[in-house]
């Protein structure tokens, strides 16, 4: 008998008859003799349509009033499903993050998770019952409820296994695992059976929103075995590897991911002399706006240019900013662009190569794809080109380094 922590996705809970099926996967976990703890999503949709219900009203709601509000789609899924569980002859019972409790730091809308009190659902579990937790949603010191950012109820789902020490957590959504990269974008894209933790969580972090990044961090450091799975199709899905087996050789490139999240800004001839990049970005880090890739470049009349790449959200923030900086540095001018998106190789296996840049450079190059900035680590490389590109790029890198599954 083995206890698994199981979270089901939007798109797995979007309907009475899909929550109708998940629950009948549970009984069949709970008929073998297993117990089971789930974490649900709201509906597939909901947390969007209550966002833009907020906006619609201010274009600033304040923090603390969008957690009690987007927190509600997640309570009516996990009634719905203790309900579907009940009339199956399983004894369920829900709890919403608060109930259980689910204790986080006060950072509305992007919250941590200090600690979850597993009283409740331990007896709840020794009486034979099903435990169905509210992802994505807690409750400060102060008894206020706070959401994790979006994708989180992946984060309770991992969180959850860990302080239950669960055999295994399962991510049930509406793909059977984590491909090469996004299997919306290119057909060819591969299963894998496994990938290491550590690629998982560069591949998450460059934009891979299969798994919401907290939930792979949390994974790694509670070592909880992590297995992403179709909701409703059989398989083995995709296992997150806590260690790396030295014993297989590591592919160089295992997965493909991309982000059209975000924005790039220049501040055009900044005269090049010390402190340029503080007085730059000291005042973006003051507004809490984060920056991702950085570069400078210096030209012959001795100013440089400053660009750097922010999430889209943040650009209008950060070009008023830049006005102000601009100024006070005597500046040129300020440039920016929402129309462009990172693409990113990832891979272990990188460590031990060299060349992998240049053959990127050299693929984007064949499909006349301008690079507009680069950056790299020692298990990835990025590169920012135009969105409108972003397809033709990431196909004609996926069968450039040999991850086409040609079964398909
Ligand atoms: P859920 O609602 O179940 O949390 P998400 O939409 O958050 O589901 O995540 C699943 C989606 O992630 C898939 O439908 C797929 O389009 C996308 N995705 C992006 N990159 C990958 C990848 N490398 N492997 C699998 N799915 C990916
Ligand atoms: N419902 C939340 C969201 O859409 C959390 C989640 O689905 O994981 O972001
Ligand atoms: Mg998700």
């Given at each position: 008998m083995a206890l698994y922590v199981h979270k089901y996705g939007g798109t797995s809970v979007g309907s009475v008859e899909r929550i109708e099926g998940v629950a009948k996967k549970i009984k069949k976990f709970k008929d073998e003799g297993h117990d089971v703890v789930v974490a649900v999503s709201a509906m597939s949709g909901e947390t969007n349509r209550l966002i833009e219900l907020a906006n619609a009203i201010t274009d600033q709601p304040t923090p603390r009033e969008m957690d009690v509000l987007v927190s509600t789609g997640e309570q009516v899924t996990i009634a719905l499903l203790s309900m579907a569980l009940n009339k199956l002859g399983v004894p369920a019972r829900s709890y919403t993050g608060a109930q259980v409790k689910i204790l986080t730091d006060?950072?509305?809308?992007?919250a941590r998770i200090q600690d979850i009190d597993t009283n409740k659902i331990k007896g709840d579990l020794s009486e034979g019952r099903v435990v169905i937790v509210a992802g994505f949603q807690g409750v400060d010191g102060d008894g206020n409820i706070t959401t994790l950012g979006r994708g989180g109820s992946d984060t309770t789902g991992v969180a959850l296994a860990a302080a239950l020490n669960a055999d295994e957590c399962h991510i049930y959504t509406d793909v059977d695992g984590v491909y090469t990269t996004d299997p919306r974008v290119v057909e060819k894209a591969r299963r894998m059976d496994k990938i290491t933790f550590e690629e998982m969580l560069e591949m998450a972090s460059l934009g891979?929103?299969?798994?919401?990044i907290r939930s792979v961090e949390f994974a790694g450091k509670y070592k909880v075995p992590l297995r992403v799975l179709h909701s409703s199709k059989e398989g083995n899905g995709t296992l997150i590897t806590i260690?790396?087996?030295?014993?297989v050789e590591q592919p160089v490139i295992s997965g493909i991911a991309f982000n059209r999240d975000e924005a790039k800004l220049t501040v055009l001839g900044?005269?090049?002399?010390?402190g340029v990049a503080s007085k730059i970005l000291g005042p973006v880090s003051a507004a809490n706006i984060e920056v991702d890739m950085i570069v400078q470049n210096v030209a012959a009349d001795k100013t440089t240019d400053f660009t750097f790449t922010v999430h889209r959200n943040d650009f209008v923030k950060t070009e008023a900013i830049l006005r102000e900086v601009a100024q006070s540095l005597g500046a040129r001018e300020v440039s920016g662009a929402k129309d462009i998106t990172k693409v990113s190789l990832v891979g272990v296996g990188m460590r031990s190569h060299a060349g992998v840049a240049s053959k990127m450079f050299d693929v984007l190059a064949q499909e006349n794809i301008n690079i507009q900035i680069i950056s790299t680590s020692e298990i990835k490389i990025s590169v920012v080109i135009a969105e409108k590109y972003l397809e033709l790029a990431v196909r004609a890198l996926h069968t450039a380094f040999d991850l086409d599954d040609n079964d398909k």
């Open positions: 006060s950072a509305h809308m992007k891979s929103k299969v798994l919401q260690e790396d087996d030295e014993s900044v005269p090049d002399i010390p």
